[in-house]
């Protein structure tokens, strides 16, 4: 499946018992010698009464992580395509917290809960809590803003998006170590108040087309610095997504399209 060009491999972890090493993961992700995906998810039976589902997230590089918007909106039209719930509003436990899914036409809304400016919330080792931050990256100082949407972002404002390395500029902010758990590194080109460019390095899976959570995470580091309105679309390379966010205090809204690409099977070497 795949979000505006963020790809996963999804298996259901609930008609069939599942019990993946890192190792296999990898060998899944690999777009050369398997599958193929920047990351798989799992669909698990809830450990809490108020979730339908348990969300699980694993990069190509094995690590588990907190969140991932795009793959949750896939999440969504998985399990109402495979039979294994009817609804069209569908809460989900993850790592990062509670969620809610719903399915509107070809669009899938995410409330994505309330956006966590803390720093500890990340973890991101500063001193205090403030809008923006600088930080030293490659030799050079750049300003930053961190928030996490159930997993850490680094949010950084460029005034043109095709002149910034991406790959070695997200590279050394991933890796930082004042983000003793790693972040993925966004990085927002404002084009007017209600749009925005934006390209993400995903922590453990490298540039991406698309990443939900850096789109949520972008538009609540704008609307904090007072550069962007309530409702903002934003341009990834796979397409665009629509974020809503009244401001502090408030969840967060995240609307975009999902795309299933083809069903299989495949035996996993133990």
């Not at 989900?92 to 036409?105: F, P, Q, S």
């Not at 309530?230 to 408030?250: A, F, N």
């Amino acid at each position: 499946m795949h979000g505006l060009g963020n790809d996963f491999v999804v298996i259901d972890a609930i008609t069939q018992t599942i019990d993946l090493t890192t190792e296999q993961i990898i060998a899944i992700s690999d777009r050369h010698l398997g599958i193929g995906c920047d990351q798989l998810l799992l669909v698990e039976k809830p450990s809490i009464q108020q979730a339908e589902f348990r969300y699980r997230i694993f990069n190509s590089d094995g690590g588990e992580v907190e969140q991932c918007g795009n793959g949750a909106r896939c999440f969504a039209l998985f399990v109402r395509q495979q039979g294994l719930t009817t609804s069209n509003i569908i809460p989900v436990e993850t790592a990062g917290g509670l969620i809610e899914l719903r399915i509107e036409g070809d669009q899938v809304v995410v409330n994505m809960g309330i956006p966590d400016f803390r720093p500890h919330s990340l973890p991101f080792l500063v001193d205090n809590q403030a809008e923006t931050y600088d930080l030293m990256v490659n030799g050079a100082e750049y300003a930053i803003g961190a928030v996490s949407m159930g997993n850490p972002h680094a949010v950084m404002v460029v005034e043109d998006l095709d002149k910034v390395d991406i790959e070695t500029l997200g590279r050394g902010i991933e890796a930082h170590p004042q983000f003793p758990n790693r972040v993925n590194a966004g990085f927002m080109q404002i084009v007017k108040n209600d749009e925005i460019r934006l390209r993400v390095y995903e922590r453990g899976a490298g540039e991406t087309r698309a990443c939900g959570t850096g789109a949520c995470a972008a538009v609540a580091v704008g609307r904090l610095r007072g550069l962007l309105d309530e409702r903002v679309t934003v341009h990834l390379v796979g397409g665009d997504l629509s974020i809503e966010w009244p401001g502090e205090g408030d969840e967060l809204l995240m609307s975009g399209p999902a795309t299933t690409v083809f069903d299989g099977k495949i035996n996993i070497d133990k």
